[in-house]
């Protein structure tokens, strides 16, 4: 009896433990196959996990693919910390930090990561200002430019920097493509070039379909009528899921919502989705 306590008790432990590394570590699950990424929402004017603070700016945990990267660090330092706290996170496991933008609400946590990790690689717009760019050496990271899309390793890529404009002002963005099992998940910081013309430069850059779409869509002035022609798009690409936020405008996210139903992803810090699966 004790024999059969023992085995049943191991082989729980295998199981439990093959399920956590499907899930969060470890290159493939016991079928072999690569696992699927995981992105979890740090910051997000939107909360989804009590004990996390909402706030104005976004950034994402990607982990799963080859390396895992911070997409964005949000606007404030101790509300990034505390979230990351509140998750549980470990910001010494970042392998490279991908900044959308140089806006504050996408880059203001960025010393507090450099303090926990000095010497990351910080992939930012190649036209994002010279000054920021400075900042981010002087406090210890190593600034990588992107113009052109780009693979940074199998299944990841930047559409490159799109340029863009948003209240007169020039902005440059860039933002990221991951190949997935169930196509490509694009996930975007403010979307200032506009979110159509991003989607369609992933699918050039990525030569799949989009099965996902994450972050900000920067719509929070757009009337109705314009935001359901750009939810018409995003049929006509076919995407499949989308997980609107930040500032898209809360009037915009209903409409997608309403339009992508059960397909539609609740965002919000403490957010945890499993890219590329249904």
């Known amino acids: 009896m004790k024999f059969f306590q023992k085995k049943t008790a191991i082989l729980a432990a295998v199981l439990a433990a093959g399920l956590a590394c499907q899930l969060f570590g470890g290159a493939q699950n016991t079928q072999g196959k690569p696992r699927n990424p995981v992105l979890t929402v740090l910051y997000d004017h939107y909360s989804f996990q009590d004990g996390c ?24 330092d101790g509300i990034l910390l505390k979230n990351v706290g509140a998750l549980n996170i470990d910001l010494g496991q970042v ?37 920021f760019q400075s900042q981010i050496r002087e406090k210890g990271g190593q600034v990588v430019t992107v113009k052109e899309a780009q693979t940074f390793f199998p299944g990841v890529q930047s559409t490159g920097d799109l340029g863009g404009v948003s209240y007169g002002e ?31 430069k992933a699918k050039e850059v990525g030569k799949k379909d989009i099965g996902m779409v994450l972050g900000g869509f920067h719509l929070v002035q757009m009337p109705t009528a314009e935001v359901e022609k750009i939810i018409a798009r995003f049929k006509e690409l076919g995407v499949k899921r989308v997980g609107a936020t930040h500032c898209t405008g809360d009037a915009a996210i209903g409409l997608f919502r309403k339009a992508f139903g059960a397909d539609f992803v609740e965002m919000g810090v403490g957010r945890k989705i499993e890219l590329g699966a249904r």
Request: glycine fraction near 10%; hydrophobic fraction near 40%.
């Open 53 to 76: 603070a909402a706030d104005w700016g976004f950034a994402a945990l990607i982990e799963g693919p080859a390396k895992t990267i911070l997409y964005d660090t949000g606007t404030k």
């Open 170 to 200: 020039a902005i440059h963005e860039q933002a990221l493509i991951l190949d997935t099992p169930q196509g490509l998940v694009v996930v975007t910081g403010c979307a200032h070039p506009g979110i159509v013309r991003i989607l369609e």
């Open 95 to 131: 392998d490279l930090v991908f900044i959308s933008h140089d806006h504050n609400d996408h880059s203001g946590g960025l010393q507090a990561v450099l303090q926990k990790k000095s010497g990351i690689p910080v992939y930012v717009p190649s036209g994002s200002y010279a000054e």
